[in-house]
């Protein structure tokens, strides 16, 4: 029983391999000059010293604000208020995200466990930013909140996008769950939740069958994975 468990092993890893090798085959995708990624390496994460300080995120809000930058997504959560009253880093930090529209990350539990929070004025705003959904093929169901910004930063937020990965057996990502159900609501990924706010789609509807996601006339192709 373990050789075939093994051999099962060794043969999805081969065909992820071989799936990776097409993929490098293909002519690249240029990319939109409107949008840009700004990443912090591990060079400049150093220096800065971590947990990076709040107030450095406030200051690229800022900037990026003044340089008129129309939305941002953060993939940093910051998932607790520094300290209590609130600290005039963290007022900084609310004040930055009200000068640009920033959307927020949350993250979920899929499995079912213990839930870490338990603030049910965090659960009702989440269902402010929840979108509707036609059809119910291959959504993941989250259990709980896992991650998500202290309550007063997510008040500032022009929505919210989940960045729940995936790895495959390889423990490479090459996908990602486009959208999770919880608690009655529906929340896309980060990345997507981005695409439908630049593409200007309203009202937040996503349409989904067995083989694609429809993002206004834009068609992604979808599997139960």
């Not at 129309?70 to 609130?86: E, H, N, T, W, Y």
């Not at 007022?91 to 990350?105: G, M, Q, R």
């Not at 500032?156 to 959208?179: E, F, Q």
């Not at 939740?193 to 429809?214: H, M, V």
């Amino acid at each position: 029983m373990s050789l075939v468990v093994e051999q099962s092993k060794i043969l999805k890893t081969l065909d992820l391999a071989i799936m990776d090798w097409s993929f490098r085959l293909k002519s690249p995708i240029s990319s939109n000059k409107e949008v840009v990624l700004i990443s912090i390496d591990d060079k400049t994460a150093g220096k800065l010293e971590y947990p990076i300080n709040r107030g450095f995120y406030a200051m690229l809000l800022e900037g990026l604000s003044e340089f008129g930058v129309r939305m941002v997504g953060i993939d940093v959560i910051f998932s607790a208020q520094g300290s209590k009253p609130l600290s005039d880093t963290d007022a900084f930090l609310i004040e930055s995200c009200k000068k640009v529209d920033v959307y927020h990350p949350v993250g979920f539990y899929l499995q079912q466990t213990e839930p870490t929070l338990h603030l049910e004025e965090t659960e009702d705003m989440l269902k402010g930013y929840s979108c509707s959904l036609k059809g119910d093929k291959y959504l993941i169901d989250g259990t709980s909140i896992a991650l998500c910004p202290f309550s007063q930063l997510l008040k500032t937020a022009k929505g919210i996008g989940h960045i729940n990965l995936i790895p495959d057996i390889d423990g490479k990502v090459r996908r990602v769950p486009l959208l999770i159900r919880y608690n009655h609501g529906c929340y896309p990924f980060m990345g997507l939740a981005l695409a439908e706010s630049y593409l200007g789609i309203q009202p937040k509807c996503f349409n989904i069958d067995t083989k694609k996601l429809l993002l206004g006339n834009i068609s992604i192709p979808v599997n139960k994975r």
